[in-house]
């Protein structure tokens, strides 16, 4: 873990946090809702990009800072570990989706199409790019065979467990498996293993304090985006 790595995520996660604060806002909403384009006290429309507060009214989008705060903690993680390498832009990237993706599906437990699928060409190019800069076209080969294992994991656990996994789990698992396969394969098993021990360790947690009975389903994104998170970080490669 590099210091000023870190520090450098930590105020760019800052930024990027307060960037994303208005598409989370957005897409907050049920499925098959319109997306919310109106400030809850005043309704004065918050259409603008970027906007971290109503225009009007000032009414903060959602909890002040959490947005922020998780982003800087995430990609504070990240570059620390992958600062000064060349895959660094695509776990960046993937960091700050994923710290929004995480916000949307506590909120209303889904994982919107709208962000999870142009996710896919942009974190396939940035991880070309990747290959290209580090001569590793086997770690791109592997990365995409990574996305279609851990996509099609989700798709048949989805299948064979219907109402626990939704189709924004497999997208997001495919997303997943891109980035911990390119790191390596060991990486890739681990981080989907994390994904289900940690939501089963929080699931027992909150069955135990009577917070959720046993046939409720709880927003599986986080535990996926977590479990790849720490897997990524302790990983070493092929
Ligand atoms: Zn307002």
């Known amino acids: 873990m590099n210091a000023i790595w870190a520090a450098a995520g930590a105020?760019?996660?800052?930024?990027?946090?307060?960037?994303?604060r208005s598409t989370v806002f957005r897409l907050s909403v049920a499925n098959g809702d319109p997306q919310r384009t109106s400030c809850p006290r005043c309704t004065a429309p918050t259409s603008r990009r970027l906007a971290v507060r109503c225009g009007e009214c000032g009414r903060s989008l959602g909890t002040p800072l959490t947005l922020e705060l998780c982003t800087a903690a995430v990609l504070a993680l990240v570059?620390?570990?992958?600062?000064?390498?060349?895959?660094?832009?695509?776990?960046?990237?993937?960091?700050?989706?994923?710290?929004?993706?995480?916000a949307i599906d506590i909120a209303v437990k889904r994982l919107p199409d709208l962000l999870t699928l142009p996710?896919?060409?942009?974190?396939?190019?940035?991880?070309?790019?990747?290959?290209?800069?580090?001569?590793?076209?086997?770690?791109?080969?592997?990365?995409?065979?990574?996305?279609?294992?851990?996509?099609?994991?989700?798709?048949?656990?989805?299948?064979?467990?219907?109402?626990?996994?939704?189709?924004?789990?497999?997208?997001?698992?495919?997303l997943a498996g891109l980035a911990?396969?390119?790191?390596?394969?060991?990486?890739?098993?681990?981080?989907?293993?994390?994904?289900?021990?940690?939501?089963?360790?929080?699931?027992?947690?909150?069955?135990?304090?009577?917070?959720v009975t046993l046939h409720s389903a709880i927003s599986f994104g986080p535990f996926l985006l977590g479990g790849a998170l720490l897997a990524m970080l302790g990983g070493h490669g092929t």
């Open 180 to 211: 911990l396969a390119w790191l390596g394969w060991p990486t890739l098993i681990v981080g989907a293993f994390l994904g289900f021990a940690l939501s089963a360790l929080v699931s027992l947690a909150l069955l135990a304090a009577r917070r």
């Open 119 to 174: 996710a896919y060409p942009i974190l396939i190019a940035l991880l070309a790019v990747a290959a290209i800069a580090s001569h590793d076209g086997a770690a791109l080969v592997r990365a995409l065979l990574g996305g279609l294992a851990l996509g099609g994991t989700y798709l048949i656990l989805a299948l064979l467990r219907p109402g626990q996994l939704g189709g924004g789990d497999i997208k997001l698992a495919g």
């Open 11 to 20: 105020a760019v996660g800052l930024l990027a946090g307060a960037a994303i």
């Open 79 to 102: 570059l620390g570990r992958f600062g000064g390498q060349s895959d660094v832009l695509a776990f960046a990237f993937l960091g700050v989706l994923g710290v929004a993706l995480a």
